[in-house]
Each structure stands twice: as structure tokens, then as C-alpha cells.
């Protein structure tokens, strides 16, 4: 069975940095890419980041560019969110994702193109 356990959340300050980590345990299971949403309160989840296992291909969300560096380590089946310059409204529970690529035509951004999910980390920046 995939599972996807995501690390490194806490509480910061604006400006400080924090590294989340997510292991997926990919089983019989072989994912394309993974990918870091994230979900605010009252707010709907949202797209945050997204690599390719192969290639190392990265997408972000314009409200990360610069600030966030994804990344990932195959041998240890292990993404990496690297987060500088947090702000307050980065306050959010961070998911990690991954697709196999069998759900349609692949779009980074797309929720409904990742099979798995882990359980979220809880990021919060003070002002």
C-alpha cells in the first residue's frame, strides 16, 4: 500500500525558513511525480509545487516563485519543500501528493492527477 508521510511543519516567524520532507513509500505502486499542496483555514487546497521523479521537472505556484525550491532524492523515495522568506499567509496544513500519471493527461497543478495523499503537516508563520 502507498504511503506518503510528510515531516519538517511548525511554527515560525515571518522570514524564517522551514524544510518539510515527505517518504513515499511507493510499494507496487510507481509514481511520475509528487507534489506539495497546501490548505489555509476557510480556504480550499491549493496547488503549492510539483517535481518529476525522472527528469526533475518543476512547477510552482506564482505565490511561491522564489521563496520555495522543491526537490527530490530518489534513492530515499523523498521529496523535499525547501521554504524561505515565509509569510503570514503561507499559514497552512501542507499535503504531499503523488500521480502515477494514468489519471488523464497530466497537469501539474491539478489535484485530481495525484492517486495518493499523505496526511499533512501544519505550517504557521507569525507576523
Known amino acids: 500500500q502507498v504511503q506518503l508521510v510528510e515531516s519538517g511543519g511548525g511554527l515560525v516567524q515571518a522570514g524564517d525558513s522551514l524544510r518539510l520532507s515527505c517518504v513515499v513509500s511507493?510499494?507496487?505502486?510507481?509514481?511520475?511525480?509528487a507534489g506539495w499542496f497546501r490548505q489555509a483555514p476557510g480556504k480550499e487546497r491549493e496547488f503549492v509545487a510539483t517535481i518529476t521523479w525522472r527528469e526533475g521537472s518543476t512547477n510552482y505556484a506564482d505565490a511561491v516563485k522564489g521563496r520555495f525550491t522543491v526537490s527530490r532524492d530518489i534513492a530515499k523515495n523523498t521529496v523535499h519543500l525547501q521554504m524561505n522568506s515565509l509569510k503570514p499567509e503561507d499559514t497552512a496544513v501542507y499535503y504531499c501528493a503523488a500521480a502515477s500519471g494514468l489519471l488523464g493527461i497530466w497537469v501539474p497543478w491539478h489535484q485530481d492527477k495525484y492517486d495518493y495523499w499523505g496526511h499533512g503537516t501544519q505550517v504557521t508563520v507569525s507576523s
Open positions: 511507493d510499494g507496487t505502486f510507481s509514481s511520475i511525480a
